[in-house]
């Protein structure tokens, strides 16, 4: 192993870990000093790569939302190029289950939560809001006027959230095929209603 890739490694190492601490006492509750007895690691470790808690918990979301924009790349990259394959791509790249396995959930419920309150992570939800939009909107404009295309991807992107949302809250493993088809319907109404 070379020198050099020990810091990435360390980083990801305490990312990791401050995931599982996520999962078990929530973003609110999280300490330095708790991710770095599950990493292994002491609390200087985490100073010294991350800075501070809120720079440290920044970097743990950032990871997230990058688990998610694979997860969409992987899907989109194994549809085809039709509109309503790559409108199912974005669907199934959100209900992934790297992005629905229970400690996602959680982590997914405390960053909607945390980012109404810290500026930072409101700022990536903002980001990820808009990529997911922009993403829904550029499919359904290859086959709808502008205006049309943003209200459709308005709903769709609604009910994503919103599925993804209430599976959460259900206290029960998520159905991500269930979840999967009620949106598959709306995109075919969609597009249905515009031929």
Not at 3 to 23: S, T, V
Not at 93 to 106: E, I, V
Not at 126 to 150: D, G, H, T, W, Y
Request: glycine letters at 6%; one cysteine or more.
């Amino acid at each position: 192993m070379y020198r050099k890739n020990i810091p990435e490694q360390r980083k990801e190492q305490l990312i990791n870990a401050a995931c599982a601490a996520i999962g078990d006492v929530g973003l609110a509750g999280v300490t330095i000093s708790q991710v770095a007895s599950l990493a292994g690691m002491s609390s200087g470790l985490v100073s010294h790569y991350f800075g501070d808690k809120d720079a440290f918990l920044n970097a743990t979301m950032r990871k997230v939302l990058c688990d998610l924009h694979d997860a969409i790349a992987e899907c989109r990259k194994n549809a085809d190029a039709s509109v309503k394959a790559q409108l199912f791509a974005i669907i199934d790249g959100n209900f992934h289950p790297s992005q629905t396995n229970p400690l996602s959930m959680r982590i997914w419920l405390d960053f909607w939560a945390a980012s109404m309150h810290q500026p930072a992570l409101c700022r990536l939800q903002r980001v990820n809001n808009q990529r997911l939009f922009s993403n829904i909107c550029f499919q359904f404009q290859r086959n709808m006027p502008k205006e049309q295309a943003r209200k459709a991807a308005r709903g769709l992107a609604a009910m994503i959230d919103g599925l993804w949302l209430r599976g959460s809250l259900t206290g029960t493993d998520f159905n991500a095929d269930k979840a999967s088809e009620i949106a598959y319907d709306y995109v075919e109404r969609v597009l249905l209603s515009d031929t």
